[in-house]
């Protein structure tokens, strides 16, 4: 069975910086590709960012470009997602999901608060 | 970015009968490679979404049969061919051809 587990998300003050983690199991993590997907509480779903079977391709959406950086660990079958210099607008839950053109599993997603 | 724009937004529907959201896209979703990469998910109350169908019309492995995709192009649809009570909750179109991948606002199905 396919397993997500998101991790690191907390309460934050504007302009700070956060770690969150994936731990990917049930399946050959260096398979897929992976995404960061977030939503606003109540509200829709932003695709935040992609990374390739081995890191060599990654990108995120333009509100988070040069602020947000993804990266994963093959060995230890973990994705991570480094933000800084974070905004208000940046609250969200954050969901670890597998795939990039058409995700198929996700985890139960991680809270980010980024709050003065 | 694609603009993907569903409606209708809320969807009321009395149990066992058919329902019916739209999807349209401001860009073709045919990739280079032919495909369309148009998948629908549902995120019931609570839980994390969950694909129902990948590109356009393939169901998800667990996902009952009275869910279809169909379309082409910049205009897809998402049927309920008889709506249960568990069906309850929001769906969401997502484009994968064009990056970023985007969703569309989402749609609220409710029973009557």
């Known amino acids: ?116 | 970015d694609v603009v993907m724009t569903q409606s209708p937004l809320s969807l009321p529907v009395t149990v066992g009968q058919p329902a019916s959201i739209s999807c349209r896209s401001n860009q073709s979703l045919v990739s280079s490679d032919g495909d369309s990469y148009l998948n629908w998910f549902q995120q019931r109350p609570g839980q994390s979404p969950r694909r129902l169908i990948y590109k356009v019309s393939n169901r998800d492995s667990g996902v009952p049969d009275r869910f279809s995709g169909s379309g082409s192009g910049t205009d897809f649809t998402l049927r309920i061919s008889r709506v249960e009570a568990e069906d309850v909750g929001l769906y969401y179109c997502m484009q994968g051809t064009h990056w970023p991948p985007t969703f569309g606002q989402g749609t609220k199905l409710e029973i009557k």
């Open chain 1, 1 to 116: 069975e396919v397993q997500l587990v998101e991790s690191g998300g907390s309460v934050v003050r504007p302009g700070g910086s956060l770690r969150l983690s994936c731990a990917a199991s049930g399946f050959t993590f260096d398979d897929h590709g992976m995404s960061w997907v977030r939503q606003v509480p109540g509200k829709g779903l932003e695709w935040v960012c992609g990374i390739n079977w081995n890191g060599g391709s990654r990108n995120c959406v333009d509100s988070v470009k040069g602020r947000f950086t993804i990266s994963r660990d093959n060995a230890k079958n973990s994705l991570d997602l480094q933000m800084s210099s974070l905004r208000v607008e940046d609250t969200a839950l954050y969901y670890c999901a597998r795939g990039l053109r058409g995700v198929d599993s996700w985890g139960q997603g991680t809270p980010v608060t980024v709050s003065s």
